[in-house]
């Protein structure tokens, strides 16, 4: 299969676009990088622009074994790590999202389990586990390998007084789940918050989770938040 590389720099555009308008806009930071199909190589955002602002040109390649930039005029986030081991680490990993988003990065202080309050926290009815090796900035491979390690087989992890990371086989499926996963922390703060929630059992979670985040109906909301972010950057 021929890889378009112009085309997945537009899937990643969006990607960032959509993230910014999606609850993770967090000034210049925050990040997301996709494998290129048979090469040792991502795509990635790079340094220096606001997820609103990226735009296929702006991508940078990054080679996965050394996390130097190989491609690109921009600058490379010092975070990189994060990405090119748990692309070392995952072979099923085609996407790597890692940002900032203010309820998840709240949650990720309080030590709780996410539950399944609202449907989007049956996305991670596999487990969320939290990364604590280090608040700090991932930016050794050593600790990006910690990062991989505390990941494990699982969709996502918090990383704690950080913020979150979210994997997963394409571009759209990643980028829905990271918006998802934002929405889950934020209802559970909510309903934490206010009083001693319910929530969905674990057999009843695996049920609603194939339910609803089916293949058709992701490709559906993937197209409907690039409909979005296309009007977003018809207004700036
Ligand atoms: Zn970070």
Known sequence: MAVNIKEMKEKLAYSCNILANEGHWDNILGHVSVRIPGQNKILM??????????????????????????????????????????????????????????Y??????LGQRLRPISHEGNIFHEGLPTFDYTTALIRT?????EVAKSLGKC?????KNHGSTVVGESIEVTTLY????????????????????????????VVKYEQIYTPHRLGSMWDYFVRRAKKMRKLS
């Open 45 to 102: 955002k790079p340094h220096s622009f606001g997820f609103e602002e990226i735009r296929p040109q702006h991508i940078i390649v990054v080679d996965i074994e050394t996390g130097k930039k190989v491609e690109g005029k921009h600058e490379r986030h010092s975070e990189v790590f994060i990405h090119t081991e748990i692309m070392k680490a995952r072979p099923d990993v085609n996407c790597v999202v890692h940002s900032h988003p203010p």
């Open 104 to 109: 998840a990065t709240a949650f990720s202080a």
């Open 141 to 145: 491979p050593e600790l990006g390998v």
């Open 155 to 159: 969709r996502g992890l918090l990383m």
């Open 178 to 205: 990271a918006v998802f996963l934002e929405k889950a922390a934020r209802i559970q703060l909510m309903a934490t918050a206010s009083g001693d929630p319910a929530w969905t059992s674990d057999e009843e979670s």
